[in-house]
């Protein structure tokens, strides 16, 4: 049963316009969400986070929008560049610290397009 | 700071036979976690190592097994290979109670069974 789930496999931007990138999940108990985005023969690197007890984080290009209610969240980049052409993961935890551990989605693969 | 590093890059071995994948962690980090990337999904968590014992442990079977070093490096086990263990193994290191923001991963292991 997968607990964090990324519909879409695949989106494709224009360079300089919004790319949204979305994520539901099922498990209520998750308090804590976070963005990875991965290139090719790399790992993941941490992206940006969100605790349950807000709605919207922003750093710099990056947005992530929770709505507890409907179980989704939505990460927003404007404007977009082609170096932010990678997979994207939404990742959910308990306390979001090492004391929990952390449920990925399957991952969205974005492409900027220049 | 060298980061998390991972060895070997890739292995290829056939049904039954056992492996042993290893990982250093990021300078000053002493929690090691172990995931499974299979192709076209997001990390799963296989389990992760503090203080040298196994604190938490993911959906998989006892064939993985894993261990950690007085210098936090770790190593992962998986015997009796199947051709369902293909997959990309990723090594991510943190700091106990630490938030997740500061898990750095390593590029991974490419593992292929056949």
């Known amino acids: 049963d997968q607990q964090v789930k990324q519909n879409s496999p695949s989106l494709s931007v224009q360079e300089g316009r919004i790319s949204i990138l979305n994520c539901d999940y099922t498990?209520?108990?998750?308090?804590?969400f976070l963005w990875y985005k991965k290139y090719p023969a790399e790992g993941p690197t941490f992206l940006i986070s969100?605790?349950?007890?807000?709605d919207k984080n922003e750093d710099g290009r990056f947005t992530v929008f929770l709505n507890k209610s409907a179980k989704h969240l939505s990460l927003h980049i404007v404007p977009s560049q082609p170096g932010d052409s990678a997979v994207y993961f939404c990742a959910a935890s308990g306390s979001g610290t090492s004391y929990d551990k952390v449920i990925f989605g399957p991952g969205t693969s974005l492409s900027v397009i220049p | 700071d060298a980061g998390v590093t991972q060895s070997p890059t890739h292995l290829i071995k056939t049904r039954g036979q056992q492996v042993t994948l290893r990982c250093s962690p990021k300078?000053?980090?002493?929690?090691v976690s172990w995931y499974q990337q299979a192709l076209g999904q997001g990390p799963q968590f296989i389990f992760q190592y503090y203080e040298e014992e196994e604190r938490q442990r993911g959906n998989f079977p006892d064939r993985f097994s894993g261990h950690q070093f007085p210098n936090y490096s770790s190593e992962l086990n998986v015997n009796a290979l199947l051709l369902g263990d293909s997959a990309l193994y990723l090594c991510a290191s943190s700091l106990v109670g630490l938030s997740y923001n500061e898990q750095f991963f390593g590029p991974g292991t490419r593992l292929t069974v056949l």
């Open positions: 300078s000053g980090h002493d929690t």
């Open positions: 498990n209520s108990m998750f308090d804590y």
């Open positions: 969100i605790s349950s007890i807000k």
